[in-house]
Structure formats: structure tokens, C-alpha cells
DNA sequence: CTGTATGCAAAATCTTTGCAGCCTG
DNA sequence: CAGGCTGCAAAGATTTTGCATACAG
């Protein structure tokens, strides 16, 4: 099995819960995901898994390098998870209906590698965040700027 | 005098708790700062500000347009805040001593605006956050990669 | 004077941690 | 079996809110 040996080749046991988390990441591709959206998706239908131990697997999963963590802006501040797979550059967040999408950009990508490097700054990941409007929402509020 | 006007241009009265923060922020021109440090450096001296007032002032001064508000993981997920007019389309946060800089790149402003528009996103705001060393940590720890 | 603004303390969130017992390898 | 994992509940950390009082305009 494939998620098996991933969390085995990091050192991790693979436990119920932790493929519990790693279902739900599939299931909602391309889509940011905060620690209680996955607790709320992993108690369904199996109720063994407690916060704790979602809040410990995303720190693990992130460590580890299967998950990408993002902190951005939806409301509050919150950090927000994505397989890490799914390449990316960027998020989209849509102030009308919460929903976070990704997109990517190689242009923005190479960009953004220069600049930093020409602050004197080592790069080590970066974070590019767009809130606005999706087209979802654009088209049902026709007056939104 | 120019702070207050700019206060009472957005409909509020000119406190000295407010005036305070302002005049933080203006000791603090090409940083970023999170609501605790406001608060620190707002009590010196003068004590009488208290952390929910810091809390709804900058709430207030960020919807009036006088900060500008960014999120970001420095560590774990902060809300930060800066004067608006420091024109700034970035952050560089140094994750070896926790300072948060600014950059700008007008490539980078345009070329975010032109990636939104093509995936149907009304761009409101962009957050480009990067996380690396600084130059001067670079310096002084040589075996950062 | 009147409505805004403030401080304090309590409440609400969100996340982390201590501990005894469970389960993977 | 042993050490890593887990759930629970309590502790932390951060931000918001209710309320009586103070102050700007």
C-alpha cells in the first residue's frame, strides 16, 4: 500500500488514525484544509480520533514533508494544510465564500526565488496569498468590485 | 497636527491610547508588528492602555485604511501589522531570529495581479510571504544552507 | 452633555501538553 | 513485548466581549 510505506519511509507508525488523515487530504485535492475541518471529516462514520491527535499528526505529516502548511488570512489567522504533492504555488482565497483554492505560476515562482536572493535572504520556502472574489461568487453577486 | 486628522478623517476620536499605537508604529517604520509587541512597547513609560483597547485599536485603524494587516507563520499563525503607507507588496521573515522585513517588486505586484485575473479571481489583496535566513543570520551562521 | 472609548476580568477560540493505557512492528 | 501513539482533560496562548466608568468633541 502506498500511504503505508510513505509514512513508513519518515519512521512513522501506520496507524488507523493517521491513514484516517491521510484519506481525507485525498479526498479534497486541491483544497487548504484547517486542523478542524480535518478532525470534523476524520470523525465520520469512525469516531477514534481526538483533536490531539490531529493537531500531532499535521505537525508530523508537515515535518515529514507530506503535508504543506500554509498560515493565511481567513478571518482569523489560521494554518492551513494541503498534500504537498500537489504542486503548488499559491493560494486563492475567496473573502465571500472561505473557500481556499491553489494555483500555479512559474513566472511568479522564478520571480519570487530573485527577489529574495537580491534582499540577501536564503529562500527557504515562500508563500504567495491572493484574497478577493472567486469567480463562483463574482457571478452570483454582480456587484462586487 | 497630521495624526490627528488622520484619525478624525475616519471618524475617530483622537485618544491617547490611539495616538500611542500610531506613534509605536511610526518607531517601528520597515517592520511588522503583532499585537503583543504593540502592547509592549505601547505601555512604556505611560501605562494606561490596556491589551483589549491595543486589540480593537487595531482593528479599527486597519479597517479605516491606516494599517495594513498581514498573516503569517512566524512560528505559529500571527495576524502583523504595519503603517499602510510603507508601501510594501511582501515580507521576508527571517526564521532564525524572528524578524519581519519588507520587500518590493513591481514584476511580481503585476504579475500577481495578471495570475488572479486568469483563474477568474477578483483580486482584492495579496499576501507575498517569504521565509528564509537574513542576510546578517546568514552571516553569522555559516552552515545555513 | 452625549456617545465613544477604555480598562478589567471573564469568556471564547485555538493549540499544546501530561499521563495512563493501547497498538504497531 | 517495547516504544511509539492515542484519547482525555487540563493547561496555555491569543483574541474577543460585557459592563461600568471616563473623556473627546
Redesign the pocket.
Given at each position: 500500500m502506498r500511504v503505508?510505506d510513505k509514512?513508513?519511509s519518515v519512521?512513522?507508525?501506520?496507524?488507523?488514525?493517521?491513514l484516517k488523515v491521510l484519506q481525507v487530504f485525498q479526498d479534497n485535492e486541491r483544497r487548504y484544509l484547517?486542523?478542524?475541518e480535518v478532525y470534523r471529516q476524520a470523525i465520520q462514520g469512525t469516531k477514534?480520533?481526538?483533536?490531539?491527535?490531529v493537531?500531532?499528526?499535521l505537525?508530523q505529516l508537515t515535518e515529514a514533508g507530506i503535508l504543506a502548511r500554509s498560515v493565511l488570512d481567513a478571518g482569523?489567522?489560521?494554518?492551513l494544510y494541503q498534500l504537498r504533492n500537489s504542486s503548488h504555488s499559491g493560494a486563492l482565497v475567496c473573502t465571500a465564500c472561505g473557500q481556499v483554492g491553489s494555483f500555479d505560476d512559474d513566472i511568479l515562482e522564478r520571480r519570487s526565488r530573485a527577489v529574495a536572493e537580491s534582499n540577501g535572504f536564503v529562500l527557504h520556502r515562500y508563500q504567495l496569498t491572493f484574497y478577493g472574489y472567486c469567480a463562483k461568487c463574482r457571478a452570483s453577486q454582480n456587484r462586487v468590485k
Open positions: 503505508n509514512l513508513k519512521g512513522l507508525k501506520a496507524t488507523a488514525q493517521r484547517n486542523a478542524d477514534d480520533i481526538g483533536r490531539a491527535t493537531y500531532r499528526t505537525a482569523s489567522a489560521v494554518a
